[in-house]
């Protein structure tokens, strides 16, 4: 099961950037972002709704996924694409030093 919150309304937009872009980013959070509540109840929804099956992605409802309540969506290709979640997953155990037993080398 795949979800993401759409664009909630947390610090991790202005803590990350600095100067005119985080003050480009606050105005966001304040007129288009949801709150942070709505935003979780998608992962909410996907870990606890009834008749879900693995490989749904769940997000919000509104315009361009940004906010509204939790539905079916449909991923990016770059989301779905198992070449580049191998690189993603070689690349998380680099980073992190840690090696886990990966999903998406045993399916290939």
């Given at each position: 099961m795949l979800a993401h919150?759409?664009?909630s309304n947390t610090n991790l937009q202005t803590n990350a950037?600095?100067?005119?872009l985080r003050l480009f980013m606050r105005i966001g959070n304040r007129f288009l972002a949801q709150n942070a509540e709505q935003g979780v109840l998608n992962q909410l929804h996907a870990a606890t709704a009834a008749g879900l099956r693995g490989g749904e992605f769940i997000g919000p409802d509104g315009f361009r996924e940004m906010r509204g309540a939790p539905s079916h969506v449909h991923p990016l290709p770059a989301a779905t694409d198992p070449a580049l979640a191998a690189r993603l997953w070689r690349l998380s155990e680099d980073l992190t030093g840690l090696i886990f037993p990966s999903v998406v080398e045993h399916r290939q």
């Open positions: 919150p759409g664009y950037t600095s100067g005119a």
